[in-house]
C-alpha cells in the first residue's frame, strides 16, 4: 500500500462507494475495515484505495446477506495473515451455501410471480377477445 498519494477524506470515500458517513463510521466501530483508520493532523479520517477496494468487498458480502459479525470474523482473519487461508475459506463457502439458497428461493419465487403473470395475461386476452366479438356481433 502506498501512501505517498493524498488520502481521500471520509466524504469522498462515501461519494465513491455509496455508503453514507454514518455506514463507514459504524464499519469502522464494527470493526470490519481491513486497515486502522488513519488520520490527518486535524483528526480528520484519512483512506486509501486499500480501504475503498476492502469496503467493496465488504459490500457485496452484507448485499449477498453476510451478517455484520461475519464479515468482522472475515476481516479479522485477513488482518491475521498467513496461517487463516483454511478458516477464511470455511466461512466463504458457507456463506456461498447461504446465497445458493436464497437464489433457489428467489427463482421459486419467481416461478409464481410469472405464473401469476401468465394468468393474468390470458385472463385479459380472453377479455379482449371476447370484447372483439361482441362488438363485432352488435355491428
Known amino acids: 500500500m502506498s501512501h505517498d498519494v493524498p488520502g481521500l477524506s471520509i466524504g469522498e470515500v462515501a461519494e465513491r462507494t455509496g455508503l453514507s458517513v454514518h455506514t463507514l463510521r459504524f464499519y469502522e466501530w464494527e470493526g470490519i475495515l481491513a486497515n486502522p483508520v488513519r488520520r490527518d493532523p486535524g483528526g ?35 488482518r491475521a495473515g498467513d496461517g487463516t487461508e483454511a478458516e477464511r475459506l470455511a466461512l466463504l463457502r458457507t456463506h456461498r451455501e447461504r446465497v445458493l439458497d436464497q437464489m433457489d428461493q428467489l427463482r421459486k419465487c419467481l416461478d409464481l410471480v410469472n405464473f401469476k403473470i401468465g394468468v393474468y395475461e390470458d385472463a385479459l386476452d380472453q377479455l379482449a377477445a371476447s370484447s372483439a366479438t361482441s362488438a363485432d356481433a352488435g355491428g
Open 44 to 78: 480528520r479520517r484519512i483512506y486509501h484505495e486499500d480501504d475503498v477496494d476492502w469496503l467493496t468487498l465488504c459490500m457485496i458480502l452484507r448485499s449477498s446477506g453476510m451478517p455484520v459479525p461475519a464479515i468482522r470474523r472475515y476481516t479479522e482473519l485477513a
